[in-house]
């Protein structure tokens, strides 16, 4: 029973392909988050979504595209993928859309564009 | 804009020996100052947090650290280190009542050597 779950945990695809990270938690958090980890193990927040809304849309390229079916799903979209896609792409949530919460990660989605 | 900076990339150290990972960050509001740890092909987890109050702040597995405002420092200590706390370790902010997003530093490689 783990609380944020990620689906596939490793992802292994060609330039030019569309693909989708899956996210799911079972916290009953309603604030859920990607975050890009890159190969340096930088660690940048991509989205945030509290309640189905988006409430943080960084700098991304208009390519990744999130979709929040309901409050315990979201998932990361990514067309036309591209070799600096290749990342280590994480979910997490949160209760509530104070920082002061704790943010629960998934074990990540190791995306490796060839 | 906030900003983390974690110094060392790499800290190697002894069993059972005490360690310091440092953390400085630049912020010109009132932050939120979280660590999280990585532990090989995991996700985040929670270390600890500073909201307010004590400077001290007491985490899991033995972990503290202080806030320093002075010396804009949230360093994270250890008096005896254990093979098994070999991991990544983030520090990140998050500014008080701002969007909900944290910032990370580029991480500190905890080796522990027995």
């Known amino acids: 029973d783990t609380a944020v779950s990620q689906t596939p945990k490793y992802l292994v695809t060609q330039m030019g392909n569309d693909k989708s990270i899956k996210c799911e938690q079972n916290l009953g958090h309603d604030t859920m988050y990607w975050y890009k980890q890159d190969s340096k193990k930088f660690l940048k927040i991509m989205f945030s979504y509290n309640n189905k809304e988006l409430i943080i849309n960084e700098t991304v390229p208009n390519r990744f595209s999130p979709k929040s079916p309901d409050k315990a799903h979201l998932n990361l979209h990514i067309n036309s993928l591209e070799l600096g896609d290749s990342a280590v792409y994480f979910c997490?949530?949160?209760?509530?859309?104070?920082?002061?919460?704790?943010?629960?990660f998934g074990q990540g989605t190791r995306l490796t564009v060839v | 804009a906030q900003s983390v900076t974690q110094l060392d990339s790499q800290v190697p150290v002894f069993e059972e020996a005490p360690v310091e990972l440092r953390c400085n960050y630049s912020?010109?509001?009132?932050?939120?100052l979280f660590w999280y740890v990585q532990y090989p092909n995991q996700g985040l987890q929670l270390l600890l947090k500073y909201l307010s109050g004590s400077t001290l702040v007491k985490g899991i597995n033995g972990f503290e650290a202080e806030f320093n405002k002075s010396q804009t420092s949230f360093h994270l200590r250890k008096p005896s280190v254990h093979i098994s706390d070999t991991a990544e370790y983030f520090c990140?902010?998050?500014?008080?009542?701002?969007?909900?997003?944290?910032?990370f530093g580029t991480g500190t490689l905890l080796a522990v050597q027995p």
């Open positions: 912020s010109s509001v009132s932050v939120y």
């Open positions: 990140a902010v998050t500014s008080k009542g701002a969007t909900n997003k944290l910032i």
């Open positions: 997490a949530s949160s209760q509530g859309s104070s920082m002061a919460a704790e943010a629960f």
